[in-house]
């Protein structure tokens, strides 16, 4: 059976500055696969390639079994593959109900969007007790979870999560870890780019480590997890 998503020898290149380079990779449907590796390896330009926010300068991407390489990131997110990006980027002076409609701006059916609302309120019980509190008051976790539910309302099948651990305490990088765990189980198919390694190798099946925009090691998880020597070769530091 063919991935969700494939990224098929992907180059991606500002002026001479190579960013990815021969990027290979795929997700099936209902994993979780993460990108780890350390700052400047390439991981968010991964992302930003595979959901059309970066060039490709050589190189394909599928999804669903469409080719998707030059696809404008709105095109891709109504295909069912949403970007979540670092540093959360939620509407501040807006309320936590406002910034989930957001996520759903294409869809104009009422009923539909207060069920997908309650959906949501329910995967996250403290988003429902701050429904009508402004995003920019939440604490860093529950702005981060507000920004996954946000990506959630258009229901993909898949989504792309930058370093939602960034800027968080341990604990709450346990708790956003195991909402990522959770959403999985749900059905969604979960891209997740992470500099914390093993944090994020806990939660996928499988994972690829970038090094200076090439892919340099891949296994699953917990193949991984066993062998901390090697990833901490490629990572410099395992968190």
Not at 27 to 34: H, L, R
Not at 127 to 148: F, K, V
Not at 205 to 210: D, G, I, N, P, S
Request: proline content about 4%.
């Amino acid at each position: 059976m063919s991935p969700l998503l494939a990224l098929e020898s992907v180059s991606v290149r500002y002026g001479p500055i190579v960013a990815l380079q021969d990027v290979s990779l795929d997700v099936g449907e209902g994993e979780t696969v993460a990108l780890i590796g350390a700052n400047g390896a390439g991981k968010t330009t991964t992302l930003r390639a595979a959901t059309g926010l970066a060039p490709v300068s050589s190189g394909r991407i599928f999804f669903a079994g469409q080719e998707i390489t030059g696809w404008r990131t709105s095109q891709i997110a109504r295909a069912g593959f949403v970007h979540v990006p670092q540093g959360r980027g939620i509407f501040a002076d807006q309320t936590v109900e406002e910034n989930l409609l957001l996520g759903a701006w294409s869809l104009r059916d009422r009923s539909k969007l207060n069920a997908l609302l309650e959906r949501e309120f329910r995967r996250f019980p403290r988003l429902a007790e701050r429904r009508r509190q402004i995003a920019g008051t939440l604490s860093g976790g529950e702005q981060q979870m507000l920004a996954i539910s946000r990506g959630l309302m258009s229901e993909p099948r898949c989504i792309a999560l930058d370093e939602p651990s960034l800027g968080l305490a341990p604990l709450l990088v346990r708790e956003v870890m195991e909402a990522i765990r959770g959403l999985n189980a749900g059905g969604v198919t979960v891209l997740l780019v992470e500099q914390l390694a093993t944090a994020a190798l806990e939660v996928s099946h499988r994972a690829y480590v970038l090094q200076r925009g090439r892919v340099v090691l891949a296994g699953t998880g917990q193949e991984l997890l066993a062998s901390p020597d090697l990833v901490q070769s490629y990572l410099g530091v395992v968190a």
